[in-house]
């Protein structure tokens, strides 16, 4: 672990600017979109690639690939993989996490979100977590690196983070392909019920925390 920690801080420029143009890349849809396709039959391989990268490489935003994987695979298809490989890379960041120690998550999430974090999962309430796994626009991404320094079970957190990802995997897929199939009608009103979900999310989001902590001291007095 120390020969590890030294060769991040002896490599840290050239790891930040590999870091910098993978998410600069990662984030073009258009590029994305073509380069899966490129890989023919290998192409849901080079999907799930990418959507385990995208949540190792936090704050990566994953509404692109999860959109390409309902564009290019179908709504079914494209769930699928989408949830195998955020699953995957959910279990990646909470490794990092647990291997690696507090010391580097503290310093790698921003001081905001470690606050949030401390608040919202000082009682790691199996609840609480799954709502924030499904609340749209919450950094899972830095959860799962959170939540490798806290006790909670690999099987408990695999199971909380699969099944809250979940809708918004799903949403993402059937908008990417009605889409392809150019039925932007359909498109039109799934797409305005998730921008209307995240919407009311940020826009409600302190009253929303404030009552998953109420909601986490009840669950944690009634244990």
């Known amino acids: 672990m120390l020969g590890l920690l030294l060769l991040i801080l002896l490599f840290r420029h050239e ?6 143009t993978a998410y600069r890349w990662i984030s073009n849809r258009d590029q994305v979109e073509h380069f899966i396709a490129a890989f023919g039959n290998g192409a849901p391989v080079a999907f799930m690639a990418l959507q385990v990268l995208q949540v190792v490489l936090a704050p990566v935003p994953g509404e692109a690939t999860g ?7 179908g709504t079914v298809k494209g769930f699928i993989y989408s949830s195998l490989a955020l699953a995957a890379g959910s279990w990646i960041n909470f490794a990092i996490g ?9 310093r790698w999430i ?8 401390d608040h919202l ?6 609840i609480v977590l799954l709502i924030l796994f499904v609340f749209p626009g919450f950094p899972k991404d830095y959860l799962c690196l959170f939540l490798g320094i806290t006790a909670i079970p690999l099987k408990a957190f695999l199971l909380i983070a699969s099944i ?3 809708p918004g995997t799903l949403m993402l897929s059937i908008q990417g392909e009605f889409v392809f199939q150019k039925n932007y009608v ?8 998730t921008v209307l979900a995240a919407f009311l ?4 989001r302190e009253t929303i925390y404030r009552w998953m902590e109420r909601l986490n001291g009840k669950t944690d007095g009634s244990r």
């Open 164 to 166: 809250g990802r979940m």
């Open 186 to 193: 359909v498109f039109a009103v799934v797409f305005g019920v």
């Open 201 to 204: 999310s940020i826009r409600y």
């Open 98 to 106: 647990r291997y690696l120690g507090s010391h580097f998550v503290r």
């Open 67 to 73: 959109f390409i994987g309902g564009y290019l695979f």
């Open 15 to 20: 790891l930040a600017a590999g870091l910098m």
């Open 110 to 117: 921003p001081a905001e979100k470690l606050d949030r974090f």
């Open 121 to 126: 999962l000082k009682r790691q309430g199996i």
